[in-house]
């Protein structure tokens, strides 16, 4: 049976495109410092609180509230519906998502989805985490024992603690493991930089050159207004705290692997780091920005989102996402102008890039005839990655979406490609224009 062709979005500049008006988002900060005090709901909140504000928009237009998070919030499982809540929103009747780091994505999509079948006409898509305040969990048993407690009284109360083991209240640390293969997302990226002989000098030379870009764009202001000011009980975080201005390749070369102490050629330098922070953009009808009097940053052209096999090569979503998101748009890989590539290892990026333009890989795994082709380094992520400013789960697939817009106008440019990998195998690519 021939493979089933994806349909191609229309090409035409006629039809009501959907539209994001503006994005924005809070500084990204290591996890545990600058934001380790503002709760992920609350942190959602003053973003979209701000990004509303700024383009003075009546809240009660907003029909909905869609938010991506990874890590979930406990005490608040829907964040979106919590953001709404607490912008007075209550007819907003909003709900979250979670496709791992391709939530931001997610996000967007599903208000693409929704404008375009009528549910809605504007839709505030986020994402938030908050590696900060992971929960904690606690063994199985302890729990259950925890609630027969709660029942029991006089004797029957002491005979129960009594079977509490001590190590039990140990609580359980936050892993960050596929619960399929049981093994972290760094050990799969150590086994793509093996199988695609992905040396370790030219890992380090992409994670220099992402610091580089991305402290240039900060100190040139061309970031500024993505970025927003974030209060927390120790005063206001203005700026992202992950970017280093220099990096030493002697001083890198020095680092330990982290993930295959022996042979291992991945480290905490070529790694995006544990990191808090939340991001949004508003979406809409083409025609709806313009009868609200806006001009949009762009508009989405197509996405894609893919699965495959996460015992082999897991991070290799990026490569399986992008053709069809291409195909999708009506485009070849020629046609698009700027790349935002999500940094969560430099081996995943280097490897990927590697597979685009791998014809075998393109034919036995995507059954496609012919490779994309290799992507002019020059274009891609040009005011710096994830590598430098962090990766906050499910907030990364907003900055790259509203940095990928903002550059290509500041260039007079047309046509971008977002795409990421995610845990669980699985990939994202999104295609974005403006006229």
């Known amino acids: 049976m021939p493979a089933k062709k994806p349909a191609a979005a229309p090409a035409a500049p006629d039809r009501d495109?959907?539209?994001?008006?503006?994005?924005?988002?809070?500084?990204?900060?290591?996890?545990?410092?600058?934001?380790?005090d503002v709760d992920p709901v609350e942190l959602s909140t003053q973003v979209a609180r701000e990004l509303l504000f700024r383009l003075e928009i009546d809240p009660k237009d907003v029909d909905q509230v869609v938010w991506g998070t990874v890590v979930s919030v406990t005490r608040s499982p829907n964040?979106?519906?919590?953001?709404?809540?607490?912008?007075?929103?209550?007819?907003?009747?909003?709900?979250?998502?979670?496709?791992?780091?391709?939530?931001?994505?997610?996000?967007?999509?599903?208000?693409?989805?929704?404008?375009?079948?009528?549910?809605?006409?504007?839709?505030?898509?986020?994402?938030?985490?908050?590696?900060?305040?992971?929960?904690?969990?606690?063994?199985?048993?302890?729990?259950?024992?925890?609630?027969?407690?709660?029942?029991?009284?006089?004797?029957?109360?002491?005979?129960?603690?009594?079977?509490?083991?001590?190590?039990?209240?140990?609580?359980?640390?936050?892993a960050l493991t596929e619960r399929y293969t049981g093994r972290t997302m760094g050990e799969h990226a150590e086994e793509m930089a093996q199988n695609f002989g992905i040396r370790r000098v030219d890992?380090?030379?992409?994670?220099?050159?992402?610091?580089?870009?991305?402290?240039?764009?900060?100190?040139?202001?061309?970031?500024?207004?993505?970025?927003?000011?974030?209060?927390?009980?120790?005063?206001?975080?203005?700026?992202?705290?992950?970017?280093?201005?220099?990096?030493?390749p002697a001083?890198?070369?020095?680092?330990?692997?982290?993930?295959?102490?022996?042979?291992?050629?991945?480290?905490?330098?070529?790694?995006s780091a544990l990191t808090d922070g939340a991001a949004c953009v508003l979406v809409m009808l083409e025609s709806k920005a313009k009868a609200l009097g806006y001009t949009p940053l762009g508009f989405v052209r197509?996405?894609?989102?893919?699965?495959?096999?996460?015992?082999?090569?897991?991070?290799?979503?990026?490569?399986?996402?992008?053709?069809?998101?291409?195909?999708?748009?009506?485009?070849?890989?020629a046609d698009i102008d700027l790349f935002e590539i999500h940094e969560a290892f430099a081996a995943q990026v280097l490897s990927n890039l590697k597979m685009l333009q791998d014809p075998e890989f393109f034919r036995t795994k995507l059954k496609r005839d012919t490779a994309l082709g290799a992507i002019d380094p020059a274009r891609i992520n040009v005011r710096g990655g994830s590598l430098a400013f962090g990766h906050p789960f499910a907030a990364t697939g907003l900055r790259l979406i509203t940095t990928l817009l903002r550059t290509l106008k500041d260039q007079d440019k047309r046509l971008g490609l977002a795409t990421a990998c995610a845990a669980g195998g699985m990939g994202t690519a999104m295609v974005l224009e403006r006229d």
């Not at 009528?118 to 900060?132: E, I, P, R, T």
């Not at 990026?318 to 069809?324: L, Q």
């Open 79 to 174: 964040v979106a519906r919590e953001i709404a809540l607490n912008l007075g929103m209550y007819h907003a009747a909003g709900f979250s998502v979670s496709r791992a780091c391709a939530s931001g994505f997610q996000a967007v999509a599903s208000a693409a989805e929704m404008i375009t079948t009528g549910q809605a006409d504007v839709v505030l898509a986020g994402g938030v985490d908050v590696l900060s305040h992971a929960p904690v969990t606690y063994k199985k048993r302890l729990v259950d024992s925890l609630q027969k407690v709660q029942k029991a009284k006089g004797v029957a109360l002491l005979r129960e603690l009594a079977t509490i083991n001590p190590l039990d209240l140990l609580p359980t640390p936050p």
């Open 17 to 36: 495109r959907i539209a994001i008006v503006a994005g924005l988002r809070t500084p990204f900060s290591r996890s545990w410092t600058d934001l380790n």
């Open 203 to 248: 890992q380090e030379a992409l994670a220099i050159e992402s610091h580089r870009k991305a402290s240039a764009a900060l100190k040139s202001g061309v970031l500024a207004d993505e970025i927003m000011t974030v209060q927390t009980p120790k005063g206001p975080i203005s700026k992202d705290n992950l970017v280093r201005e220099d990096m030493d």
């Open 302 to 333: 197509s996405y894609a989102f893919t699965g495959q096999d996460p015992r082999e090569n897991m991070l290799l979503g990026n490569a399986y996402a992008s053709p069809v998101a291409l195909e999708r748009a009506g485009l070849q890989l």
């Open 251 to 271: 001083s890198l070369a020095k680092l330990r692997p982290v993930f295959d102490r022996k042979n291992g050629t991945i480290t905490a330098a070529t790694s």
